[in-house]
């Protein structure tokens, strides 16, 4: 097993290697010199302008260039933000906690709603129920997501007035450090009263949006593991037995019909990622993809070329380990790769 | 002798054509017509734009901005879905966008199913060293998010239209090699392939005229569905300020223009966003309908 997660490990390396390079290359076609844009628009005397190259390394040849760049990210040196003049590696895993909290809540919101969701929709099959479920999945899995958050800010928060409008809490209110950069657990380990629910009433709407194309994928997948799955003799016999409805469906055939499920919810990292991103922007969530956009709008190169390496490199990482547990949960696979 | 051959004629019915074959299935699937003929609706608005559209979608109407729709109090005939923050004719905008969603999502359904038979045919049918570059670099295209790819290509062109459909296309396009690739490699084992190469049939004629069309089935299903996310994902690249440019009337820039409105007037919000997730539904129930239609082993469940 060990060797097993070895091995997958090494053959990651050729795409961290090529990801390295594509963004080395994107960067180097951005019109415009990086040192002017440094240096504003005021200029500055030709002896200075050198020493900035060289201290950026750009006086080098390229493929040198490469190799430090590639030798820095190796040793955990993500370049320093040009805007803020701060380490990229630690502005990001600054912002990383606050994405990591609302893409784990929006996956559990889909996961809570979608698997029953889904499973009484295949138990109801054809029924009324089951093709209005089925209707409102193929809309969710069309959401324009960046629209459905404006339609629910303009209705549950502005019209109803039920949660806020944007952020992670009250700053007003509530002050307290960010010991885990966790906004529900610095909350409560703060002690002040209501910080908490103020931290949960912040995360319900970005929480359904980021949610919703997940939930809709995972209705749906619930849905059609599980009918296949009802048609299995195992699942006739349990019957048979006399063993309750409720018995063979929720213990017998949902056990197996989640395997699937559980595929789909491991690859939608990355589309969580990409969807993070529109809804921070929406909700002006402190996390790393509205800090990406906010970095192109400042022409901040470094951090846009660290962010997207980061945030690929996690993927790459989360995808892998979800191969490898995949493996442990279904054993019939292993070592196949 | 004439009444003989029509009497066999009629004795054993001609199989339909597979076109008509396609048809009869599909059209079952209820919510794949009514896909198709949204879908249908949206296109030809768009194609004949300048005809249906009441007002440019760029002039600017200074004395009714922020006009409300028809249905509302103050709406008025002359501007029936209302006008936007500049007093521009929300319909006609919606009218025009249509023509710009539609031609983003088919130029990049184009360039990528040609790009992806082409690169996966090539993979397939290639050395192992040709075939590794090629797989390799969709897997790296593929390990960058979708969004967060596209981002960084239109960070690096700027943001305009042509650079949204770039970008839109690399992001999709290794699904489409994968796609061709994995086809075309179950194809290689099978007996008519091998016929083919032992009467010596030419590489190229190989793959494009014998295995290629034995592929076709589930491209076409991925370019259906690869339009509507096509559509989608350049409507956010609109939406980020990264996408089309003002005054073009996108309707992810159109939703963006009108994020400081929401509190004063919603239909300016609501109207775009309403066209995009018409759009999509309709093309998404559309491609559901097809991939039931044309594989019989991937049924609707």
Redo the contacts between chains.
Sequence with gaps: MFLYILKRLALTVPTFIALMFLTFIAIRLVPGDPVEVRVGERGISPERLAQFRAELGLDQPVWKQFIDYAWNLVRGDFGTSIVTNEKVLTEFFTLFPATVELAFAAMLFAVCIGVPAGTIAAVKRGSWYDQTLMGLSVTGFSMPIFWWGLLLIMLVAERWGLTPVSGRVDLIKYFYDAKTGFMLIDSLLSGQKGAFWDAVHHLILPMIVLGTVPLATIARMTRSSMLEVLSEDYVRTARAKGLSPFRVIGLHALRNALIPVVTVIGLSVGSMMAGAVLTETIFSWPGVGKWLIESIGRRDYPALQGGVMLISAIIILVNLAVDVLYGVINPRIRHDG | MTAETASTASAVPAAPSPLRQLWASFSENK?AVGGLAVLSLIALVALFAELVAPHSPLEQFREAVKAPPVWEDGGTWKFVLGTDGLGRDMLSRLIYGARVSLFIGLTVMCVSFVLGVVLGLTAAFSSTLVDTLIT??M??LM???????A???V????PSLTNTIVAVTVVFLPRYVRLVRASAMAELSKDYVTAARVIGVSKLRLMFITVLPNCLAPLIVQSALGV?EAI?EA??LG????GAQPPVPEW?AM?AD??EF??SN?WI??L???A??VT??SI??MG?GLRDALDPKMQR?
């Excluded at chain 2, 390990?143 to 790819?149: E, I, Q």
């Design positions: 919510g390799r670099t897997d790296l390990a960058v998010p979708g969004l967060v790819l981002i960084l290509i960070a690096v062109l700027g509507s989608l409507a956010a939406f980020l300020g990264l992810g939703l009108a994020r929401i509190r919603p919000v609501t775009p966003g309403l995009i997730l999509v539904v998404n129930l559901d469940s």
